[in-house]
């Protein structure tokens, strides 16, 4: 077990492998836990960094009000602590939000950026759902309702509606009926609301790569679109029939497209 102090806090994270330094920031229900299917991919050419940021996984909790620019000093602390000078970074959902803020702080720390499901800003959409998630607290059901469905594309949910119900049955009996765990949720949910680095993207240089989804209805389409527009070294992917957890639904084209664009020298191509 790796930790680290922030702020007093106990900080958990966990590295693996070799060679260029990858760290990936988890969306907002997940954990470092969430990676563990994608170790073996990830780390045959990488250093692995996984990180639970406050109020995640097997991180402290927080305990009172914040706003994501202290998940950002998380991520710089955790840098710190191994001496790692320069990292690629991906970011999924609220990780990726978290990417964004340490790009614009601390752009010469990044190497590549990779945003899945991602948004500049917290606009009035993304806010109106937090608050609905939050509402829900203190009815386990009504909260998985809330909360998960809309994460996944419907063919995927449809397609899998054993296991989403058995996920169903172990959340409500367990993370979703916890107090604490929920305290943590409306902690992480609230401290995005500030979200916003559209006036910064422009100065964000690094090459960087927009995973988007068709089916993504938490961050549509259109907001990684806006990305790519305004980073001025953006690419962008589309993956069909896809809702917002891409890694859950494409693990296989989601681990192809990261790792192919974070470790590959682009060629040459004289014109």
Known sequence: MSTFSFQGK???????????????????????????????????????????????????????????????????????????????????????????????????????????????????????????????????????????????SPHFYDRRAEWMQARKELLTRTAFASKPFLDSMIRLTNSANSHDVTAHLADISVPALIIACEMDHITPIEEQRALARTMPNAQLVILPDTGHAAFYERPELFSSILLGFVNLQPPVIEL
Request: net charge negative.
């Open 10 to 152: 106990q900080i958990f994270y966990r590295a693996a492998g070799e060679g260029k330094p990858l760290l990936l920031l988890n969306g907002i229900m997940m954990s470092t836990l969430s990676w563990q299917p994608f170790e073996t991919c990830f780390t045959r050419e990488n250093r692995l960094i996984l990180l639970d940021l406050l109020d995640q996984g097997q991180s402290d909790k927080y305990e009172c009000e914040y706003d994501q620019s202290v998940q950002v000093e998380v991520v710089r602390a955790l840098l710190d602590h191994p001496g790692v000078e320069k990292v690629s970074i991906m970011g999924t959902s609220y990780g990726g939000e978290v990417a964004l803020q340490f790009a614009v702080k601390y752009l010469d720390r990044v190497e590549k950026l990779v945003l899945a499901n991602t948004v500049a800003r917290t606009n009035a959409w993304l806010r109106e759902i937090g608050e609905a998630w939050n509402l829900a607290v203190g009815d386990p059901v009504a909260y998985y309702s809330t909360t998960i469905p809309v994460i996944y």
